[in-house]
């Protein structure tokens, strides 16, 4: 939960905030009112190529571990009652698993007192829910397609189980994952968008949670293309593996991360959620000032060292979502399994 306004309201805002987060009624309307609209927010994702794609993909990477099952259907949403909601908050919506963090012009100390006044008194009641196990951290790989009729392009994920957000390799996969896809100067983008001219955009991502992570690359490209861009992205993650980075690439994605870093801790409420980000993902609120000299560390061996551990083609899964036509051209990355995204 966020609230912002003048430093001057600080105390109103901490008011409205612990009343919110204390004391929601969840009326039988709202609640109705908020199924309809994530029955149709839901309806029209599944019609996207890229949600039917991240479906399948959080289902071969993970499996029946919780990060792999997590999506919304009709029946989970028709499900949820006032009551549930009422059960739900009271385990998740505690005083012993919570945070409170706030940026801004304001004086310490008076913001402790309004803390305390606002929030001293909540008591935790019951259970609190428990924790996410412990992510996997290797599957076998996996090759899915979703059959989607009259798709113009096909939408191509490819990943597996990576590192939890308290890794210490997290700052070194952040590096290898810039260099690979992080962005217009990475080494997807330039050669499948550039050379290639196959897609719009291909990018790469290690995605670290508290409980695990994945590694995931991606593009969405032209049906007649998917077999060759799907080469391209083989070529390209063992090119990671097999040569180390130069000084000059590896330079100026250690610049770019910084500066997007920098940039995006600039206004109060940015540095806010990164540090509420941190404590949800069990780290120190120290690493808000950390980031940038620890990706400045990043050697070329640590990058390479990344990509052996997670870019091998063999470790990972595909998923590609695409017109039946496409069929054909998946062949020589494997047996694909046919499945439906419900």
């Known amino acids: 939960m966020s609230a912002s306004g003048l430093s001057a309201n600080a105390g109103k805002i901490l008011q409205l905030l612990a009343d919110v987060a204390r004391n929601p009624t969840f009326p039988d309307a709202e609640v109705n009112l908020a199924k309809m609209n994530a029955l149709q927010s839901l309806k029209a994702a599944k019609a996207q190529p890229g949600y039917q794609a991240g479906v399948a993909f959080d289902a071969a990477v993970f499996g029946t571990h919780p990060y792999g099952t997590g999506e919304l259907t009709e029946a989970s949403i028709m499900a949820v009652t006032p009551q549930a909601l ?4 009271a385990k998740r919506f505690r005083p ?5 963090v706030a940026t801004g012009r304001v004086n310490a100390a ?5 803390a ?8 935790a009641e019951g259970a609190a829910e428990g924790e996410i196990a412990t992510a996997p951290t290797t599957a076998a790989a996996a090759r899915v397609f979703v059959p989607r009729e009259n798709s113009v392009q096909s939408a191509i994920r490819i990943g597996r189980p990576a590192i939890a957000s308290t890794d210490p390799t997290l700052y070194k996969a952040d590096v290898a994952e810039a260099i690979l896809g992080g962005g217009f100067g990475s080494r997807l983008f330039t050669n499948l968008r550039e050379e290639k001219g196959y897609t719009y955009g291909a990018s790469a991502n290690f995605g670290a949670y508290r409980s695990g992570g994945y590694f995931l690359a991606d593009a969405d490209v032209r049906n007649e293309v998917t077999g060759a861009a ?12 097999d040569e180390p980075v130069g000084a000059a690439e590896l330079g100026r994605s250690q610049r770019y991360l910084a ?9 109060r409420g940015s540095v806010a959620n990164t540090l509420a980000g941190l404590w949800i993902d069990g780290r120190p609120p120290e690493d808000l000032g950390e980031y940038t000299n620890r990706i400045k ?6 990058v ?7 870019f091998n083609p063999k470790d990972q899964s595909i998923v590609v979502v695409g017109d039946p036509s496409i069929a054909e051209q998946l062949k020589p990355y494997g047996e694909f399994k046919t499945t439906a995204v419900n």
Do not use: P, S
């Open 96 to 100: 012993d698993r919570a945070l409170l």
């Open 110 to 114: 008076e913001v402790l007192r309004l």
């Open 297 to 302: 560390a990043v050697t070329a061996a640590d």
């Open 259 to 267: 500066g997007v870093y920098l940039f995006r801790n600039q206004l």
């Open 304 to 310: 390479q060292d990344v990509a052996r551990r997670y």
């Open 86 to 89: 009422r059960e739900l908050h």
């Open 230 to 241: 799907l080469a391209e992205f083989t070529k390209e993650l063992q090119r990671m593996i």
């Open 116 to 123: 305390n006044e606002y929030f001293g008194d909540w008591k």
